[in-house]
């Protein structure tokens, strides 16, 4: 769920009964996040994610959606090998912008596993990074840089709110099962600010984004295919997470979100207080996948429409994590009035989703 997540997934191996066979730490409640020391790479957990999303407007009045992801993976293989250039942690990343009069996502995505200074995730902050692509928290700013094939991103994404524990105190569930979960925390409202290269044209943008950073040994049920997810940033300063997990029939096997409120007040929502109703449906030319890329999401009482930027937000990752899924920019409306602006994730909506 990105999103990217919490949710934009990594990697490949199939659900077991249980992770502490397998060495990996389980994610359990009453075990509190420490700040600064979680924003740091968490290397037992079968995966992690730093992913960061946000809408900006460039100075001529274009509206441009931005995402940044970096994963990392414990493949548990070599371990006992002393060799550096054994394979013990995995990193992935993802970028993309959404641009309306382009029509399509531009996307790119780079693989390698943790070796000297080429690639890594740091377990004293965030700063995780392969080759010239770099994320990372510097004093109370996200630094993007990602010179990307056919597009370039040089961001900060600015704290302006407190963290957004999710779940728990951060421990979010994500099925009928204790061991089915995540730490999880999110940072809304982040102003975005740099510049942004599309077309070959260098471009000066300002907005409002969100991260999430999520770490677990395993989050999925064994009938689950996927799920739907989004983060909006409220206009009014608050801010909404809704995720649901859906079965082989589309149908939810579990739910959760939190909502802040304008005054900084947050209501964790559970599984009953969260419904998702699919809407349009658009079909990728080129994977034949179909995405249900508008809903309603009611959340807490309140019906928030979702509309894309553009239909095409398609990120094919099969060259890095071999994942195809819809991560869209979208924005959110109450009785046909906008409120807020955010990103809408989509997995498992070609074939089943397993990490």
Do not use: C
């Amino acid at each position: 769920m990105k999103r990217r997540a919490f949710l934009a997934l990594p990697v490949v191996a199939a659900v077991r009964p249980s992770r502490a066979a397998d060495g990996y730490p389980e994610v359990l409640p009453g075990q509190p996040l420490h700040f600064p020391r979680d924003h740091s790479s968490h290397p037992g957990f079968r995966n992690e994610w730093w992913y960061a999303t946000g809408w900006v407007r460039t100075r001529d009045g274009e509206d441009l959606g931005v995402q940044v992801t970096f994963f990392r993976n414990r493949p548990r293989v070599a371990e006992a090998n002393p060799s550096r250039f054994a394979p013990r942690q995995l990193l992935f990343a993802h970028a993309a912008v959404a641009q309306a009069s382009h029509g399509r996502l531009r996307h790119d995505q780079r693989a390698s596993r943790s070796m000297f200074d080429l690639a890594g995730a740091d377990e004293a902050t965030t700063r995780a990074w392969i080759g010239d692509w770099s994320f990372a928290l510097e004093g109370e700013r996200y630094v993007a840089k990602i010179p990307a094939r056919d597009f370039s991103l040089d961001l900060a994404f600015e704290a302006t709110q407190p963290i957004l524990l999710q779940g728990q105190q951060g421990y979010s569930r994500k099925g009928p099962e204790v061991r089915l979960a995540s730490w999880y925390y999110s940072r809304p409202q982040l102003a975005v600010s740099g510049r942004v290269v599309v077309g070959g044209r260098a471009r000066a943008v300002e907005g409002r984004g969100w991260l999430d950073h999520e770490w677990s040994s395993e989050v999925m049920a064994e009938s689950a295919t996927g799920w739907d997810w989004i983060g909006i940033n409220l206009d009014d300063g608050g801010a909404l997470m809704a995720f649901r997990m859906r079965d082989r029939n589309g149908a939810p096997l579990w739910a959760g979100g939190a909502r802040r409120g304008a005054d900084g007040r947050t209501e964790i929502l559970a599984p009953d207080a969260l419904r998702f109703a699919p809407g349009r449906r658009w079909t990728s030319p080129r994977t034949g996948f179909s995405y249900p890329v508008e809903f309603v999401v009611n959340a807490g009482g309140v019906d928030y429409a979702l509309a894309p930027l553009m239909d095409d937000q398609e990120l094919d990752s099969r060259a890095s994590t071999g994942v195809v899924y819809w991560e869209g920019a979208v924005t959110a409306s109450v009785a046909g009035r906008t409120v807020g602006r955010g990103y809408l994730e989509l997995t498992g909506y070609g074939s089943t989703l397993r990490i």
